[in-house]
């Protein structure tokens, strides 16, 4: 099944779709494990730095190999591609799905930008996501976020053909120095305007009970990339600290379990 029609099955039946990003082979199987032992499905995502780390055709093949080893029902996915270019070579290299960020552009520069990409994407069938409004990056002040406006959703769906559309409702990308506060009201009016499934950037921190209230009020994919990094880098210094090994193929590996753990406890909050 293609991802826009899976994720327009989750969006008629209130759920949401957990979107990993993955960085080496440990996290990759980490995430691939959890969703094999709740039996989920998954969109495995890659951002731009992650594909100059791995190497794109690399990238590809070791996650569309993990999911046919693994038996996941899962799709690749371009996180905050920053160019049509990046994005046409994504497609090209077998991306399922591919986002294109043009959020810190005008409205109408968005609108082009993302128009192009959707173009592009037809005729591999690919799922197409952009974002609308601003979710602050890493780093920077909440402050910074501009808010997805309803109207403009609907306009900016209707003029781009875009699958899905990531919404600046108050989350932030990073971890939250301030406890997060979703505008659920205003979800709720951009999901009464359009009918693209939504997405929420910044998943990590966001807790359990907001989550949920998000998922019921319109969103449908749900990215998880910080808390990703942070679990296995803790889980590694850990183990490291315990022991002199050198061989790093039985070191790493030691933390792949704690990855596993944290995916699992958001699939099945999810499910």
């Not at 309803?150 to 990073?174: C, K, N, Q």
């Not at 061989?247 to 958001?266: H, N």
Request: aromatic share 6%; proline share 3%; glycine share 8%.
């Amino acid at each position: 099944m293609k991802l826009q029609e899976k994720l327009q099955e989750y969006r008629g039946r209130g759920k949401a779709i957990l979107a990993t990003n993955f960085y080496n082979l440990e996290t990759l199987e980490g995430i691939l494990n959890a969703a094999r032992e709740v039996k989920a499905p998954i969109i495995l995502q890659l951002s731009k730095s992650s594909i100059d780390y791995i190497g794109l055709e690399m990238a590809v093949n070791m996650a569309r190999s993990g999911l046919k080893e693994y038996n996941v029902e899962g799709w690749i996915h371009l996180d905050h591609g920053d160019s049509p270019e990046l994005a046409r070579r994504c497609l090209k290299a077998g991306f399922d799905s591919v986002m294109i960020d043009a959020s810190e552009k005008s409205f109408d520069e968005n609108v082009s930008i993302t128009s192009e990409v959707v173009e592009a994407a037809r005729k591999y069938g690919a799922h197409v996501e952009a974002e609308l409004g601003y979710v602050a990056k890493l780093g920077q002040s909440q402050g910074n976020q501009v808010f997805t406006q309803p109207e403009d959703a609907s306009g900016f769906v209707r003029m781009t053909g875009v699958d899905s559309l990531a919404v600046a409702i108050g989350s932030a990308h990073g971890f939250y120095k301030d406890p997060p506060n979703l505008q659920i009201d205003l979800l709720e009016k951009i999901r009464q305007a359009t009918n693209a499934t939504l997405v929420l950037h910044g998943g990590s921190g966001i807790p359990e009970e907001m989550l949920l209230k998000a998922v019921s009020h319109g969103i449908t994919k749900i990215n998880l990339a910080t808390e990703i990094k942070d679990t296995y880098m803790r889980a590694l210094r850990q183990q490291m600290e315990k022991t002199s090994e050198i061989d790093l193929r039985k070191v790493f590996p030691l933390a792949v379990t704690s990855v596993t753990e944290l995916i699992k406890s958001k699939l099945l909050l999810l499910t």
